[in-house]
Structures are given as C-alpha cells and as structure tokens.
C-alpha cells in the first residue's frame, strides 16, 4: 500500500457546517418522588452540551474524529472526550459557566485541532414570547451554527469530502415522491455526480434521471425566487401608495372634521353669550 501523503489540493476550500449547542431541563425538586437519586440536593438543572451535524448535512465523522469537552473544574474529571459520536456531555448543575471544545480531526485531515467555546445558558434567555416557551417546557436550549473551513486540504480529505457514502447514514423514507420511490425501489441514493467529470464537493452543472439535484435546478429556483420577490415588492409598493392616499384622506377629514367642530363650539358659544345677555 503506498504510504499516504500530505499533498494538498490546490485552489480548493471545502467547508462544513456544525451545530455547537447545549439543552437544559428543570429537575424535579428535591423530595419530589420524579427526582432521580444520587444527584446534589443544590443541583436544579440537567444539562447536555453537544456537537452536532445539521439535519441532511453529510456525515460529520468523515473528518471530525474527536471531541473534548473542558467543562468546570470542579466536576469529576473536567476534561471530556468523546472518540465516537454522539459528541456529547451530559451533566447535572445549578450554574451555568463557559465550556472550551476541542474539535479534532481525522488524521488523513492533517489538520491541527480548533477551539471553539460555547457557553452552558441553563437560565431563560430571548424575547418574552422565547422565556414563556422555556418556562412552559421546562427546556432552554442555546444552540450556534459553527462553519470549519478546510482551505487546500489533504487528497485524502478531499477524496473524503466528496464521496457520496457520506450522506448514507440518511434513509431514503418510503414514500416522499416518485425520485424517491423509484430510488427506494432501486435501493439506490441519488447521485450527486460529479460536474466535469471531476470530482468536486458541487452540485452538478444538468440532472438527469440518476442525479436529482443540479446548479441548473439551482438557478432555475434562485430566478423564480427572484421573481416572487418582484411581485411582493410592487404589491408592497402599490399597497404603501394606497396607505399614504388613505391617510392623506383621513387628515382631510380631520381637518374638516375639526373646522366644523370648531364652528360648532364658536355657534354654542356665542349661543351660551345670548343667553345669558
Ligand atoms: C458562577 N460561573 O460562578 C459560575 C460557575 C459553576 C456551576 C458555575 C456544579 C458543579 C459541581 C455547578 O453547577 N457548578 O457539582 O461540581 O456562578
């Protein structure tokens, strides 16, 4: 087997999104029956802080091989590793406090590790609207989306990066459209294809009946986006136009309004005089 190298892939940079987050639930009381055993009479909170892949993003195992976690000091051994995914910690507490992490990538990466730091909200946090949710769920979740870039990487994370079997931890559902059905039936995912014949971690220039996502279909929705967004700024605008009508109306009528009130109040006025003469 040659012995791999470190060459990297010139003028290419392949980006990954993470989700870096931390939920937090409200324990029961103490000498509530729900509470569970062996935890600090003075710890109020469960919490999980994580490191996460979004929803239908590719695996993120492909090129994060570690996870550390520093959390604070006077928990049992604060320094923790996760090697496998989930990347998460699970704790009790009362407090909240910042936690380091340590991302560490695969080997065939050649990439040093990056630091990240995200801090532990166990309290409310937001809007009203946002608290009075947490308050009635029990949970406060603080979640950031994270973006590692790897600029020139290795041949080998590169390959990895765009390889089709890291979107395979996702399963086709049953149904959802006849792409899919037929693809189930196939047991075949759809193919991202290559735009060139390169390799590339881009979306394919044409679909056809392998590949169900192309730059084409891309641009062809970006327009008809921008067109939508046309019709909704003229509607907006002819709708603006008619409030400034409306409102120049309405002060007319005020105006008007309040000449005759005004004349009114002078007839009674005058009335009141003569009356009283
Ligand atoms: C503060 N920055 O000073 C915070 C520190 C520490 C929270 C929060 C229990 C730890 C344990 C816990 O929740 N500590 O049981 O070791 O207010």
Same mark, same amino acid.
């Given at each position: ?10 003028? =290419?940079?392949?980006?990954? %999104? ?58 049992? %051994?604060? &320094? ?70 790897? %600029? ?15 979107? %395979?931890? &996702? ?54 986006? =921008? ?51």
């Amino acid at each position: 087997m040659p012995a791999p190298t470190n060459k990297r892939v010139k003028n =290419k940079r392949i980006s990954r %999104n993470i989700i870096i987050g931390s939920e937090a639930f409200t324990l029961p009381p103490v000498g509530d029956p729900n509470r569970p055993k062996g935890i600090p009479d003075d710890h109020t909170k469960r919490w999980t802080v994580y490191v996460r892949q979004p929803q239908g993003d590719p695996s993120l195992t492909t090129w994060l091989n570690k996870v550390q976690f520093k959390i604070f000091n006077t928990y049992e %051994n604060p &320094l923790r590793t996760c090697e496998n995914p989930p990347f998460e910690v699970t704790e009790t507490g009362w407090g909240g406090f910042p936690i380091d992490i340590r991302l560490h990538f695969q080997p065939i990466s050649g990439e040093k590790a990056q630091y990240r730091q995200h801090f532990l909200q166990l309290e409310k946090y937001g809007d009203e609207r946002q608290q009075a949710q947490q308050e009635a769920s029990g949970l406060v979740r603080s979640e950031f989306l994270e973006v590692v870039q790897f %600029n020139e990487p290795t041949e080998a994370l590169f390959e990895a990066l765009t390889m089709d079997d890291q979107w %395979n931890y &996702l399963q086709l559902p049953a149904k959802g459209g006849k792409k899919a059905a037929m693809m189930a039936q196939l047991g075949q995912r759809p193919k991202r294809g290559y735009p060139g014949g390169e390799r590339s971690a881009q979306l394919p220039d044409k679909a056809d009946d392998n590949i169900a996502f192309s730059q084409e279909q891309e641009h062809a929705l970006i327009l008809s986006i =921008k067109e939508k967004i046309g019709i909704v700024e003229k509607s907006l605008d002819e709708e603006t136009k008619r409030r400034e009508q409306t409102e120049k109306k309405l002060k007319a009528l005020r105006a008007e309004l309040g000449h005759e009130a005004a004349q009114q109040a002078a007839q009674q006025a005058s009335g009141d005089r003569s009356r009283r003469r």
